[in-house]
């Protein structure tokens, strides 16, 4: 079963929709990289996939016992409070919270995870620093580590590299791959960077306002949309969309 499947959503953005009839299934294990020129409505399906906003047509449904709120998130960097005064332990140990109920306090279960987390992404060394006195490389290792911490079976990534240095990104990518293939956590990311995305991925959903492609990386490079995007073309291609599911 999937983990989460899409049937012919639409969603809207202050009054006007934004992407519409959306046909796609993430699997577990999967790696969807959704790809789009700006304001194709990328961001807004990821928050739809949060049940961060409402659908207005057709609906999302989530499989083989996945909950809203044991899907671990990194936001995009504008939607982050980068200056947090708080250790790194305590930022990572915070992704627990949806999982907590109405615990008061975190549990011996809770801290062992984000200790795990911690040594998973190779900043355990870190954990007694303050978040906001670290590099920004650093900082979205420990923001991962926290979005571990909320989930065991998906990841959604809104742009994760933004703003870091190319070597920063490779080993941010690395880390990805590492955690969608030793942890089989199914990764979805939002990223401009479709290069990197073709050859990391297992799907590719590309977005311009429809669903213009779906479908495994491989079947992509081959498509007409996939050939001209990853071309650089300056024109986009609109009319009629691919679909492989």
């Known amino acids: 079963m999937a983990l989460i499947r899409c049937e012919n959503v639409s969603i809207g953005y202050e009054g006007q929709t934004v992407v519409r009839e959306l046909d796609f299934s993430i699997n577990v294990g999967d790696y969807l990289c959704i790809v789009g020129e700006n304001g194709s409505g990328k961001s ?64 011996a279960a809770d801290k062992s995870m984000a200790a795990e987390k911690l040594e998973l992404l190779g900043i355990s060394d870190l954990a007694g620093m303050c978040f906001r006195d670290l590099s920004g490389g650093q900082k979205q290792r420990v923001l991962l580590a926290r979005a571990l911490c909320a989930t065991k079976t998906m990841l959604l990534l809104d742009e994760p590299v933004t703003g870091l240095d190319p070597i920063v990104t490779a080993e941010f990518y690395q880390l990805i791959r590492r955690i969608n293939h030793d942890e089989k956590i199914a990764v979805v ?57």
């Open 189 to 245: 990311m939002v990223s401009h960077d479709i290069e990197s995305a073709v050859e990391d991925a297992s799907h590719i959903l590309h977005l311009q306002e429809k669903m213009l492609f779906f479908g495994s990386a491989e079947e992509y490079r081959e498509s007409r949309v996939g050939k001209s995007f990853l071309s650089g073309a300056e024109h986009s291609v609109s009319d009629g969309g691919e679909s492989n599911v």
């Open 44 to 107: 807004t399906l990821v928050k739809s996939l949060l049940g961060l906003k409402n659908v207005e047509k057709g609906r999302i449904i989530y499989g083989d016992g996945l909950k809203k709120n044991e899907i671990g998130y990194l936001p995009q960097q504008t939607d982050v409070q980068r200056d947090f005064p708080a250790s790194v332990y305590e930022v990572v140990l915070s992704g627990r919270l949806n999982s907590r109920g109405f615990k008061p306090f975190y549990t």
